[in-house]
């Protein structure tokens, strides 16, 4: 059964930069586009960054672009998000996901329990 477990996260100041962690078990992390979300407190979850099966494309919200970059090591089984110039705006839970790209629509069926940002002004 494929599980994905976040960790990295804390509390930082402005500016600061955070890399936050996620394994995966349960497959082969390749057959996978996987992805990471957040939720602020009372806001929808967002998505952040995606990124495809072998690495080669990946996609930012603009919110991120340009500060945020996902990564994957598929022999490892992990995904990163490296977030540098950390705003209050970061402020949220994040949430790796996986799509097990079974149709071209995006379907995040699979995710972590996430691991929480706080970015103190």
């Known amino acids: 059964q494929v599980q994905l477990v976040e960790s990295g996260g804390g509390l930082v100041q402005v500016g600061d930069s955070l890399k936050l962690s996620c394994a995966f078990s349960?497959?082969?992390?390749?057959?996978?586009?996987m992805a990471w979300f957040r939720q602020a407190p009372g806001k929808g979850r967002e998505v952040v960054a995606v990124?495809?099966?072998?690495?080669?494309?990946?996609y930012y919200a603009d919110s991120v672009k340009g500060r945020f970059t996902i990564s994957r090591d598929n022999a490892k089984n992990t995904v990163y998000l490296q977030m540098n110039s950390l705003k209050p705006e970061d402020t949220a839970v994040y949430y790796c996901?996986?799509?097990?790209?079974?149709?071209?629509?995006?379907?995040?069926?699979?995710w972590g329990q996430g691991t929480q940002v706080t970015v103190s002004s």
């Open positions: 349960g497959g082969a992390v390749s057959s996978y586009a």
């Open positions: 996901a996986a799509d097990r790209l079974l149709t071209t629509t995006p379907n995040y069926d699979y």
């Open positions: 990124i495809d099966w072998s690495g080669r494309t990946s």
